[in-house]
Every structure is written in C-alpha cells, then in structure tokens.
T-cell receptor
Framework: GQNIDQPTEMTATEGAIVQINCTYQTSGFNGLFWYQQHAGEAPTFLSYNVLDGLEEKGRFSSFLSRSKGYSYLLLKELQMKDSASYLC??????????WGAGTKLIIKP | GAVVSQHPSRVICKSGTSVKIECRSLDFQATTMFWYRQFPKQSLMLMAT?????????EQGVEKDKFLINHASLTLSTLTVTSAHPEDSSFYICSAIRDTDLPGYTFGSGTRLTVV
C-alpha cells in the first residue's frame, strides 16, 4: 500500500530551527512535495524534490533520499507566522499526490 | 506564477439543496484538475480527477451522482454537491496542473461548505 508517516505535532521556539521528518511508501515515485497549510486555508507550495539531496530556498530547505523513502523539511529562523501544518506529499507513478495528515507546527515566543 | 481561483470561499446551504463550486485556472491551461475534501485535522482526501472534455475519474467510495464534476474547458472545472446533507459539510479544495510542467500543482483557496 501507499502511506506517509510524519509526526502529528511539533513545538519549536521563535528564532530556532526545526526539522520535520517524513517517511513514505508509494507505488512508483515521481518526486516529493512539501506544502504549508494554515488552519482553514488551502495548502501552499513550499518545495519539490525529485533527486536525492538538499534543496534550499530561503529559510526553508528540503531533503530527499529516495533509497530510504525519506525526506525532511528544515525551517530556520522560525517566525510566529510559520505556525501551520506541513504536509509531505510524494507523487506516485500515476502522478497522483499521496497525502498524509501533516505535521502541526506550533511556534512559541 | 500559476494562479487558481476557487469560488465561493464559504457557503451555507440548506439540507437537500445543491451547491456548485467553481475552480478556474487564471493564467494557464489546466488539462487536469483535482478535487479534494478535507475534514478538520485530517489529510486531504482526493475525491476525483477531472480531465478537460472527458468524464471525471472518481476515487473509491465517492458517489459520482452526488458529486458532479464538469471540466468543460481548459480553464474551468466545477464540482456540484447535489442534495447536500450535514455530513457533506467540509472543506473542498481544487488543484490544477499544467500539462506535464512539474511541479505544476497549484491549489485553489478552498471552499468551506456548511450544510444546515
């Protein structure tokens, strides 16, 4: 079957760094997306990895290891507005996104 | 960048009535659009995939006669919830993808449906 595993909830301090891990199993693989979703809003695109390694984009970085079925999202210099759910979504062989429940990130002052 | 407009953002309707939700790609042609439903604190659940000019493909357990999807043009897909019931109250989100331009998934802003 296909499944996503990421922590349900994480807490971090403003200004700190947090890493959100994701392991996945899919039927085929065509890359992995990370999305941010604030409560009551639609997801917004953060990153896309299709090759192994680290992709850096400002305060956010995403890492992928295809052989391990593993990815992480690294958020630096945390701000209060980063409080949201972060969704790891690999794409299967049919180019369908597979969604988990996401990780709710709580930022404390 | 790619923009997807979804309308309405919120709707309250009476039980037994129908509600139409529109999803438009504003600056690109979307050959494929996806409709999702999300209950509080749960993951996005894919309801159906619609391709322009053809019938939508529904996920298992989604009633195609209740959730009517029309993708009549390359920029517009609609989801109609027919004979809505309180259990249909949810957050409905569409996303659109350019032809094969990954990562081309763009989401609409979502529609909060409340059936009373």
């Amino acid at each position: 079957g296909q499944n996503i595993d990421q922590p349900t909830e994480m807490t971090a301090t403003e200004g700190a760094i947090v890493q959100i891990n994701c392991t996945y199993q899919t039927s085929g693989f065509n890359g992995l997306f990370w999305y941010q979703q604030h409560a009551g809003e639609a997801p917004t695109f953060l990153s896309y990895n299709v090759l192994d390694g680290l992709e850096e984009k400002g305060r956010f970085s995403s890492f992928l290891s295809r052989s391990k079925g593993y990815s992480y999202l690294l958020l630096k210099e945390l701000q209060m507005k980063d409080s949201a759910s972060y969704l790891c979504a690999p794409m299967d062989s049919n180019y369908q996104l597979i969604w988990g429940a996401g990780t709710k990130l709580i930022i404390k002052p | 960048g790619a923009v997807v407009s979804q309308h309405p953002s919120r709707v309250i309707c009476k039980s037994g009535t129908s509600v139409k939700i529109e999803c438009r790609s504003l600056d690109f042609q979307a050959t494929t659009m996806f409709w999702y439903r999300q209950f509080p604190k749960q993951s996005l659940m894919l309801m159906a995939t619609s391709n322009e000019g053809s019938k939508a493909t529904y996920e298992q357990g989604v009633e195609k006669d209740k959730f009517l999807i029309n993708h009549a043009s390359l920029t517009l897909s609609t989801l109609t919830v027919t004979s809505a019931h309180p259990e249909d109250s949810s957050f409905y989100i569409c996303s659109a993808i350019r032809d094969t331009d990954l990562p081309g998934y763009t989401f609409g802003s979502g529609t909060r449906l409340t059936v009373v």
